[in-house]
């Protein structure tokens, strides 16, 4: 359960989070605790623990006798998922997606070509039946059901990999996929291409296919980059 104290903890901590991604808070800027305590009607405690939050991102900056500064954008720790969720609650939204799809396109195909050298017969099952799950609700604008089969899909082929750095950038995915969700940018019902290349994608897995896994992969990620072409010019 949520206390009141967590709950004034994460509003700040949005808020600020949000302004500074979308450029309301430029680089530069110095934030005073006094002052962000007054703004949010807050303790100076709550202000400081949302500061070292922010500073453990790297969007933030803690001096003495300076304050706190806002760091340049090329400073941040783009690849932590709440940053990726407040970049894509902004105007930036389309460049986002489309830089986050991009590394998606140079990383998964070779993580699903590792996939079908290395994968469990576990993780075979669990790729299957995500790729079936999203095939049930692929129809009907059930898009949150299918959101939750296509992030749970990805991970598995990013774990399947073998690689632990290609594992950590699940949470990175799952992020870009809710993005484009939550965000409007999917079409009512998800392009029926795309469900077919993913079961596709299980079956080369299971069967060892790493050159079709890593194929069907860069065929997914052309897919997506299209999309954005139509949904976020």
């Known amino acids: ?3 009141p104290a967590q709950g004034l903890h994460t509003h700040v901590l ?3 989070g949000l302004e500074i991604a979308a450029g309301d808070c430029a680089p530069g800027l110095v934030l005073r605790t006094d002052e962000l305590a007054q703004r949010f009607d807050v303790s100076r ?3 400081r623990e949302v500061i070292r939050v922010l500073e453990s991102m ?3 900056e803690s001096r003495r006798r300076v304050g706190v500064t806002v760091r340049p ?3 941040w720790n783009v690849y932590d998922p709440q940053v990726i969720r407040w970049r894509l609650a902004g105007a ?3 460049r986002q997606l489309r830089s986050l799809t991009v590394l998606r396109s140079a990383v998964e195909p070779v993580a699903a070509g590792l996939a079908a050298r290395n994968a469990t017969a576990e993780q075979c099952a669990a790729l299957t039946e995500c790729a079936l799950g999203m095939v049930a609700t692929s129809r009907g604008q059930q898009l949150e059901g299918y959101l939750r089969h296509d992030i749970a ?3 598995v082929v990013l774990n399947a990999s073998g690689n632990e750095m290609f594992a950590r950038l699940g949470d990175v995915v799952a992020e870009v996929l809710a993005g484009r969700t939550h965000h409007q940018v999917m079409f009512e019902d998800p392009d029926p291409a ?3 290349l993913h079961v596709r994608l299980a079956e080369a897995v299971r069967e060892g296919d790493a050159e079709g896994a890593e194929r069907l992969t860069k065929e997914i990620a052309v897919g997506a980059l299209h999309e954005l072409d139509v949904l976020a010019p």
């Open 194 to 196: 795309a469900v077919t």
């Open 1 to 3: 359960m949520t206390t």
């Open 153 to 155: 899909f990805h991970r």
């Open 73 to 75: 954008t090329e400073e």
């Open 14 to 16: 949005d808020t600020l």
């Open 58 to 60: 790297h969007l933030v």
């Open 92 to 94: 930036d939204r389309p």
């Open 45 to 47: 405690t709550v202000v």
